[in-house]
């Protein structure tokens, strides 16, 4: 999925890019958070950053959210390679 110089063209990309990502964690992510009533809010997209919203994460444990990160930025990559990063977003 290449970005182009023209705008308009740039942003159709990064809606189909950020519609990736929620259909990849809808399908990969979104059944594993639900076994321990997790759960995770698309905030949106920064270049090839995805902004997420942790909910109900082990009382916001800094070492859980990171590892929570961890893993849902790795299942996402899996699938989509253009994301570079995963951010939480408060």
């Not at 990849?24 to 919203?53: C, F, Y």
């Amino acid at each position: 999925m290449g970005i182009s110089t023209d705008s308009g063209q740039k942003n159709m990309d990064d809606h189909q890019l950020l519609e990736a990502c929620k259909k990849v964690l809808l399908d990969h992510v979104a059944p594993a958070l639900e076994i321990n009533g997790s759960s995770i809010e698309v905030i949106g997209l920064d270049g090839k950053i995805l902004q997420l919203r942790l909910g109900t994460i082990c009382g916001n444990c800094p070492s859980t959210i990171q590892a929570m990160l961890f893993g849902i930025e790795t299942e996402l990559r899996k699938h989509l390679p253009e994301i570079e990063f995963v951010e939480a977003i408060p």
